[in-house]
Nanobody
Framework: QVQLVESGGGLVQPGGSLRLSCAASGTFFGIAAMGWYRQAPGKQRELVASVSSVGSTNYADSVKGRFTISRDNAKSTVYLQMNSLEPEDTAVYYC?????????????WGQGTQVTVSS
């Protein structure tokens, strides 16, 4: 049973920083792309950032220059460093990982962590 467990959300003032973590656990044989998505109230879930197995990154225009995604393959963990946070960044953040089960790749999602940017 593969699980993605997120941590690091919370309440922060505008201009502040947070670091999200997402660790994969269970039995698997490799992880391809990993990424972070977010969903604000009344809006669709959107891609924030992704990182490939070899470290290539992709960012939404709204977070470029402020957020940095990284991964530690030895720990099966993906991180999202969020700086210069804005109220518009308020959302539930979800991690996603494409994990090789031994026979095929399956997309797994974390449970979500709330990020609130407010003074």
């Amino acid at each position: 049973q593969v699980q993605l467990v997120e941590s690091g959300g919370g309440l922060v003032q505008p201009g502040g920083s947070l670091r999200l973590s997402c660790a994969a656990s269970g039995t698997f044989f490799g992880i391809a792309a990993m990424g972070w998505y977010r969903q604000a109230p009344g809006k669709q879930r959107e891609l924030v950032a992704s990182v490939s197995s070899v470290g290539s990154t992709n960012y939404a225009d709204s977070v470029k220059g402020r957020f940095t995604i990284s991964r530690d393959n030895a720990k099966s963990t993906v991180y999202l460093q969020m700086n210069s946070l804005e109220p518009e960044d308020t959302a539930v953040y979800y991690c996603k990982a494409k994990i090789y089960s031994g026979s095929n790749y399956i997309d797994y999602w974390g449970q979500g962590t709330q990020v609130t940017v407010s003074s």
